[in-house]
């Protein structure tokens, strides 16, 4: 299985750390490819907040994890790219 960290701010959750990984069900959603959905991942990135992150920085390993996600589950259909604002 391919190692996940999250590319939200500061944001430690990582799947190598399967304890935390596993007790809080962290979930990790791959970014939309520039490439094809420009606007999504826009968006993303945005959210992420991150000074040096920007769209050439996704990669098909870029992801982010369910916590930073309105739904718990991470994107849905009525919330496809609206993320928690106080985190």
């Known amino acids: ?10 944001c430690a959750n990582d799947s190598r750390k399967a304890e ?8 990790f959603f791959q970014f939309p490819d520039p490439s094809i959905e420009k606007a999504k991942a826009d968006r993303w990135v945005t959210a992420c907040r991150g000074e040096n992150f920007t769209v050439n920085s996704i990669t098909r390993w870029t992801y982010m994890c369910n916590k930073h996600f309105v739904d718990p589950s991470g994107p849905t ?3 496809p790219d609206r993320y ?3 985190d």
């Open 1 to 10: 299985m391919p190692k996940k960290h999250c590319s939200y701010g500061i």
């Open 77 to 79: 259909s009525q919330n």
């Open 20 to 27: 935390e990984y596993l007790r809080e069900s962290i979930t």
């Open 84 to 86: 928690q604002q106080n």
